[in-house]
């Protein structure tokens, strides 16, 4: 599961292991004057993937706080499916860090290629939107023992 | 992998097992008067999730021709995570049949539940957009050969 | 007026009588990857159109339950004039079936092609958002007798 | 038809007898921070609308020139159907004044009120984007002529 | 400040001196079928920086009543920065009326060009929607004093 | 101006001087399912921000290759002016990094917040797509200059 995603040894070539935190087609919605994907969009979507793990280690509403180290390594274009993975890497007493990647594939083709990818911190929040603890880095509950089995 | 799709005993609880074709976050610029998702958006993420399958079993350009069977289960609220789940049910010299489900998650909750399902029929379309062979069923070429392990 | 809609004799060349009940210009932002206009949003179209059609004979919110027998005949360009027709053919006690159509034009030219149609079950919802009766088909009110004397 | 429109006397009680030019449902994304249709959206739609009459009378692309007189009569609402209604008003040798009028319905009621309007001005251009002369006012073809009978 | 805008002499050549009200880039969502910026869109920039001014010189919440001599004087493509300037020219009891010009520039260029221009009249409103009187013309606040030392 | 800016000593109270490269209003179909403003809006219009200054700087076409620290401070609402002001920091023999912040302002209020802010790295390319070569820092042509005399 994405939450526990190991690296394969050429992060260049092949992307994690697991089920993608986010999937999407790359619509012309989203482009810039370029033609290429809007990097406030690429941006966007690693957002949502860390995000979703955030949540779902938290059991919490999250906020991002932070983003840092984003990379962009090669254009995503019109057309191509992108598949952002992403894992917790850090927890602290209300906070988490995520590192995120963002794959893509021309989708009549087999080759992927990772063209984003950065360190998301979010922070889980209560009803009264005030920081609340989260569970150790090892104890994120599974959707696979309910969904994946 | 997704286009070999098995679905659970009892789709009404769990979703399909395997990759998602499409996953995204459900957001407020997608609702319709009511505050929920908008039927135009969700038959799209249907469309796109089909259309996955379809042009990655043909390794061509894929039109939509048809849609059958759309049933809205249950609302999509803002929020949400959606999964989109497809699978290919039939193919002809030229066509492919397959059906998708999407699955909604609050996503700081652990429970999904099938909110939309369809049956979308594609055909294959050579570079002067002319229909072209697809192969037979049990052909998919899989992605998870050459990225899954 | 589109919920009496009879259709001409050669539905392929000539579009519904009466009004159309949505009519919008084709813009970039709702295209594809191939640059014709995406498939979800077609069927948004179609939804909407069915929608206006329910609301008006039940004079009661709808929601969509169903959509069957969508047929994507012909692409609709950026800049095409898209108009959809319906009309409500079967009426149940708390449901209705509408048939849509949509028909694209290019805008300084006459002829017109249809383009996608399809079947789309509605429900009546009363302010609790439970099914509530609808009228028997041959009882819509007409907004004619108050606005289009 | 549109764009032989002859206003009913009590303009601020019945919209203008014919087709609406463009009909749309009032969606969520294009709000303003007030909750309602934001101005902008709506005289996009007012250009639209007086777009299809100009293209449709000259039988070529046409350009936007000027707009005056844009008056917000009442607001709309998420959901509402906005039917927009034009007709040509003055032509020049290269251009054409049209007016227009859109008139916002709840769904499941049957009164319209008048929300917005204004007077455009459009040029129509050759292919290589110079202006080029239009018909006189009482010459244009009608569409009713191939495909309302 | 931009509410105290006097125009250069030569306004073909050069924008208004002081901030911009709205500055933004031009995104291809927002284009027309002809690739250049959608009008619709370019009339809601000008109501968006005119309302700004508005709103400041009110310092209550403003709604557009209407919008006059909306000039088109060349046409913005994608990837320009349009720069809106605006500056209030009278005030009523509870009206003010604004004139907003927009001008273009290819972002790795220092030539701008000035493309839309208009008049626009707001309403300042109070907590229940009702008009709420105005300061004089030469009492707007200043930002200025503010934030701007 | 806005590439020689000099942040206020107290950069919590105060935005920069000069000009705000992007200055926008927080509209409802950028926001996320909290209502507020989403984070991949707000980081494209910090990009965007970025972008404006390195072209400017480079007189060429940039492209974003990385962004770090970005912090998000306080957030954004629907309705709120949101000015991104950005300087050049430090420059390469292909690349530039610049800072950016945005501040956010009731629009009927004087007071500013800054909400967000981060570093951006562009690389300026020629018309093949290659890395370019760019001015010294201190050489920044000003739009001043032509424009803001």
Redesign the interface.
């Known amino acids: 599961m994405s939450n526990q995603v190991t690296k394969?040894e050429n992060s260049e070539v092949?992307?994690p292991?697991g089920?993608?935190?986010?999937?999407?087609?790359?619509?012309?919605?989203?482009?810039?004057?370029?033609?290429r994907m809007?990097?406030?969009?690429l941006?966007?979507?690693l957002?949502?993937a860390a995000?979703?793990v955030a949540?779902?280690h938290?059991?919490?509403?999250?906020?991002?706080?932070?983003?840092?180290?984003?990379?962009?390594h090669a254009p995503v274009l019109?057309?191509d499916?992108l598949s952002l993975y992403a894992r917790l890497v850090k927890v602290g007493r209300t906070s988490m860090k995520i590192e995120v990647e963002g794959w893509r594939?021309v989708?009549?083709?087999?080759?992927?290629v990772k063209s984003i990818s950065?360190l998301f911190t979010f922070v889980a929040i209560d009803e009264d939107r005030r920081p609340c603890r989260v569970p150790p880095i090892n104890e994120t509950?599974l959707?696979s023992d309910?969904?994946?089995?």
Chains 1, 2, 3, 4, 5, 6 share one sequence.
């Open positions: 394969s092949l992307p292991v089920n993608p935190e986010i999937r999407v087609i790359a619509m012309p919605a989203n482009t810039n004057a370029d033609g809007f990097g406030g969009w941006m966007g979507m957002d949502q995000g979703l949540a779902r938290a059991l919490a509403r999250v906020v991002t706080v932070a983003a840092d180290s984003i990379t962009f019109v057309g499916e594939r989708r009549h083709e087999l080759e992927t950065g509950r959707l309910k969904a994946d089995k």
